[in-house]
């Protein structure tokens, strides 16, 4: 593999990707390549963190019939659910992985320490972070840029179903544009749906950049830790 442009990236997937076609449950193929891509990123050197979502069990805000607070902490579950099946498989793979959560949760996960996941990232094990930032009210975008700002990422990788920032869903509006590079302010000033605004500042608060892009595609987590043109640089 040609030189990696980050060397320190946190890996940002939502839950629905976990589920595959029906974004519900999980998909163990999905998984999989996941796990694969990871590993020649690890042959290349590269550290790599990952937050996860929950919305492939749990939607969060939709779910109205429930209390928030409560929802949020149902959400922080889910999203723990996914970083132990993450952890399984790529353990299965050969890849050295710890699940570390906001809230305490022995033994199933370690208790978060910026310390000791720094330590973990240094001598090659991927970190998966947990349960949000344990706090409800607080969305896995804002524990994606905390972690990545705590860890001192190189930048955050955000895996998506579409291919990078656009001005409207593409999926509901055909003419919607696709930007190549976009500003952080541009972001806050036009209200584009790319992470809560929460998560937007805190990133251009500490200068980290994101690369967004079809998570879907093979090759691309490569593709964006090189540096390589996809989807979208917003810095």
């Given at each position: ?16 990707m976990?589920g ?9 193929s ?6 694969n891509?990871?590993?020649r ?31 949020d902490?149902?959400?922080?579950l ?20 710890i ?15 910026r ?10 094990k991927?970190?998966?972070?947990g ?7 607080f ?22 179903t ?24 541009d ?5 584009l749906?790319?992470?809560d605004?929460t998560?937007?500042?805190?990133c ?9 892009f ?22």
């Open positions: 593999m040609s030189e990696i442009k980050y060397k320190r990236v946190l890996l940002k997937l939502s839950g629905e976990l595959g076609q029906e974004k519900r449950g999980i998909d163990i999905v998984l999989d390549e996941i796990s891509q990871i590993k990123m690890l042959e290349a050197k590269a550290e790599m963190a990952i937050v996860i979502g929950a919305g492939n069990f749990w939607r969060g805000k939709k779910e109205d019939e429930i209390e928030r607070t409560t929802s902490y149902i959400g922080m889910g999203t723990t659910m996914n970083g132990l099946a993450l952890q399984s498989r790529l353990q299965k793979n050969g890849i050295d992985a699940l570390q959560t906001a809230i305490k949760m022995e033994p199933v996960a370690e208790q978060f320490s310390r000791r996941a720094v330590e973990y990232l240094e001598q090659g991927v970190v998966i972070f349960s949000g930032t344990g706090n409800p009210y969305t896995t975008d804002t524990a994606a840029a905390l972690r990545a700002a705590e860890i001192n990422a190189d930048a955050i990788l955000v895996g998506k579409i291919d990078g920032v656009y001005s409207d869903d593409p999926k509901i509006n055909s003419a919607a544009i696709k930007y190549d590079n976009i500003t952080y302010q972001i806050l000033n036009k209200d749906k790319v992470m605004l998560a937007i500042s805190l251009k608060e500490n200068n980290i950049p994101l690369v967004v079809a998570l879907q595609e093979p090759e691309n987590i490569i593709k964006a830790i090189k540096g390589e043109k996809i989807g979208t640089l917003v810095n």
